[in-house]
């Protein structure tokens, strides 16, 4: 199991955000993406809301940091750590422009890019942009293909229901020769829109006997990953027993990569924390990239 970390700052959700958060900026950000690097952590995450009402916003957070933006500026400040969006809303973007934005990501960033892709919840935000409500799965379904079919190349060409386009040039586009798409939900169709158009599904909000059930009667291809998060901020300096048992608990459920948020009073110490989680999960067999020619992860932060 793969260790990623679920970027604090980027989000201010009411039940995780520290108030650290609130005051921090990029400064505190990139101290954290460098050390997570620096360690051969898996990714970082940033999401995507446009506009979120302020009733909505009392419940879901109102500060979501832009993730194009955010991951361009962190990918000059890391070297190999993956840049995942968890999630962008297919329904508020063309294919091409999530092609040709992000291919210029996965360009910039050495062919790191993952995306993360979902249907999409929040009327009034598809409203306040004028995308389609109603039939947004159908239109997800859509955009996975044309997405699949222009991602890696310069000159795109897909036929579809909602999307159809041949004969534009895109440039630049990914390197990767096929990008991950990791997908967003928590329903029987986001897993079988997962399996049949992604690389790895990212579920929510379940109990681990309802997850294991949905993924027990489905096949899963070789090399699927199954995204999951603790559901909680870990501490592995105050509770090591704790964040052990997380992690194990994560990885008998069939976790391949897990997606982790640390308790901490501010960056220092959310660098701390990593080191210290570096050290717990690789004591329960999880792994960890290499960073040739960078200092050894047991280096204070």
């Known amino acids: 199991m793969h260790i990623g970390i679920s970027s604090?700052?980027?989000?201010?959700?009411?039940?995780?955000?520290?108030?650290?958060?609130?005051?921090a900026g990029i400064a505190e950000l990139a101290r954290i993406a460098e050390t997570a690097d620096r360690l051969g952590f898996h990714h970082l995450t940033c999401s995507e809301h446009i506009a979120i009402p302020v009733d909505i916003a009392a419940e879901r957070g109102g500060t979501y940091w832009?993730?194009?933006?955010?991951?361009?500026?962190?990918?000059?400040?890391?070297?190999?750590?993956?840049?995942?969006?968890?999630?962008?809303?297919?329904?508020?973007?063309?294919?091409?422009?999530?092609?040709?934005?992000y291919g210029t990501l996965d360009l910039v960033s050495g062919g790191r890019l993952i995306l993360g892709l979902?249907?999409?919840?929040?009327?009034?935000?598809?409203?306040?942009?004028?995308?389609?409500?109603?039939?947004?799965?159908?239109?997800?379904?859509?955009?996975?293909?044309?997405?699949?079919?222009?991602?890696?190349?310069?000159?795109?060409?897909?036929?579809?229901?909602?999307?159809?386009?041949d004969n534009m040039l895109v440039r630049p586009n990914a390197v990767q020769p096929r990008v991950p798409l990791w997908i967003g939900g928590r329903t029987r169709r986001s897993l079988r829109r997962a399996?049949?158009?992604?690389?790895?599904?990212?579920?929510?909000?379940?109990?681990?006997?309802?997850?294991?059930?949905?993924?027990?009667?489905?096949?899963?291809?070789?090399?699927?990953?199954?995204?999951?998060?603790?559901?909680?901020?870990?501490?592995?300096?105050?509770?090591?027993?704790?964040?052990?048992?997380?992690?194990?608990?994560?990885r008998t459920a069939g976790t391949t990569i897990a997606s982790v948020g640390l308790t901490a009073t501010g960056a220092a110490d959310y660098c701390d924390q990593l080191v210290a989680l570096r050290t717990l999960a690789a004591g329960v067999g999880c792994t960890f990239d290499d960073r040739p020619g960078l200092p050894p992860p047991d280096t204070p932060a």
Do not use: N
């Open 195 to 250: 399996i049949e158009s992604g690389d790895g599904w990212v579920p929510f909000g379940l109990p681990l006997t309802e997850l294991k059930a949905m993924l027990d009667s489905v096949e899963l291809p070789t090399g699927f990953e199954l995204v999951l998060s603790a559901g909680e901020r870990l501490d592995p300096i105050g509770a090591p027993d704790h964040t052990v048992h997380a992690l194990v608990r994560l």
């Open 8 to 23: 604090p700052v980027v989000i201010a959700h009411p039940s995780m955000c520290a108030d650290w958060e609130r005051d």
């Open 66 to 101: 832009d993730p194009l933006a955010t991951f361009g500026f962190l990918a000059a400040r890391t070297s190999a750590i993956r840049l995942a969006t968890q999630v962008l809303v297919l329904g508020y973007h063309h294919p091409l422009e999530i092609a040709k934005r």
């Open 118 to 165: 979902g249907v999409g919840t929040l009327r009034e935000e598809f409203e306040l942009l004028g995308a389609e409500f109603a039939e947004r799965g159908a239109r997800a379904d859509d955009a996975l293909a044309a997405l699949r079919a222009a991602l890696s190349g310069d000159r795109p060409e897909y036929h579809g229901r909602y999307y159809d386009f």
